[in-house]
């Protein structure tokens, strides 16, 4: 096989209480990544179409960046090298895992290249490293669902641990992309370096019913525990009409609402299509009565994660 095209959804992490370690994949939103062999040894971009300030150099992308920490592990010598071109559907700086999808995307095209020597599980840790280009550490919380697919909990991260988690599956997700751009690594830096213990008392409990309400199918629960206490005070300030929205998830049936990974991007999670259309709706009207540019959202859970195409 010299070519192959692999999709890798977007995703959204930390799902209120569950900051750096846990997440969930979306349905249908996600970057494509084409990676073929070529003669020339080494790595090369050939194209990024729908992000124009993507860099083409290969050690400052984040997709040829974690195919590279792949290729150091294989640590085989090849007598080929490989091309990519990157379709960008997930806006960067969106908070709904943009770099997490290349990465995703690129490191199981060069695995299938390869012969797959890794599982699935396996490449997780060298798409971390395009997360480590993008915002300064090598969270896994986005890159595991979206090559994993549903939800992903980080159990630990030295060893990396990661634990595919049960959940409704007619739980959807309403998601909304405010057109400002949040660096992740900027969204990082606000955040307070140290918590009282009372605040993680409360996070660590919301975090275990969120856990626990996925696994019983408890919508009530699941509701009660996405509150987040850590992130979300500060994140929160960057956000326009981050407390209107949540007001009105509140009042037109979601679950509950938070920010999706860094934000801007906000997500709801609802019990039915329905109710997530109504949210949607309710989305677009209060950000054009704005004059805010947005996209909106309505996905199930994706099960399946970084596919071929
Ligand atoms: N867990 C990361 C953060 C996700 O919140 O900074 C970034 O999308």
């Known amino acids: 096989m010299n070519e192959i095209r692999v999709f890798a959804p977007a995703t959204v992490a930390n799902v209120g209480s569950g900051f750096d370690v846990l997440g969930f994949a979306l ?6 990544i084409t990676v073929r062999k070529t003669d020339d040894l080494g790595l090369h971009i050939k194209n990024i179409e729908g992000a124009d300030n993507l860099p083409l150099d290969c050690k400052k992308n984040v997709s040829t960046v974690a195919a590279q920490a792949l290729l150091d592990s294989y640590n085989n010598t090849l007598d080929y090298g490989f091309e990519f071109e990157l379709v960008k559907k997930v806006s960067a700086g969106s908070g709904m895992g943009s770099s997490a999808s290349s990465s995703a995307a690129a490191v ?3 695995n299938e290249l390869l012969g797959r020597p890794y599982s699935k599980t396996e490449l997780v840790v060298f798409a971390m490293q395009g997360e480590s280009l993008a915002s300064g550490t090598p969270h896994a919380d986005n890159v595991a669902p979206s090559l994993l697919g549903g939800f992903t909990l980080i159990q630990s991260y030295d060893p990396l641990r990661i634990i595919p988690l049960h959940y409704p599956k007619d739980l959807v997700a309403t998601v909304v992309h405010p057109h400002i751009e949040v660096k992740t690594s900027d969204s990082k830096r606000i ?4 918590i009282p ?3 993680a008392i409360t996070q660590w409990a919301n975090l275990g019913g969120l856990i626990a309400g996925l696994a019983q199918e408890n919508y009530e629960l699941i509701g009660h525990s996405l509150k987040d206490v850590v992130a979300e005070p500060t994140r929160s300030m960057l956000i326009p009409l981050y407390e209107q929205v949540k007001e009105m998830a509140h009042k037109n049936g979601a679950l509950g609402c938070n920010i999706s ?6 997500f709801m999670l609802s019990q039915s299509l329905d109710t997530a259309h109504k949210l949607a709706d309710e989305l677009r009207v209060m950000y054009s009565n704005e004059q805010l540019d947005c996209d909106v959202y309505v996905s199930k859970i994706n099960p399946d994660g970084a596919i071929l195409l």
């Open 27 to 32: 349905s249908d939103i996600g970057d494509m």
């Open 108 to 110: 199981m095209a060069v």
């Open 191 to 194: 955040l307070r370096q140290h």
């Open 197 to 199: 213990l009372k605040t």
């Open 261 to 266: 990974g860094s934000g801007p991007s906000m």
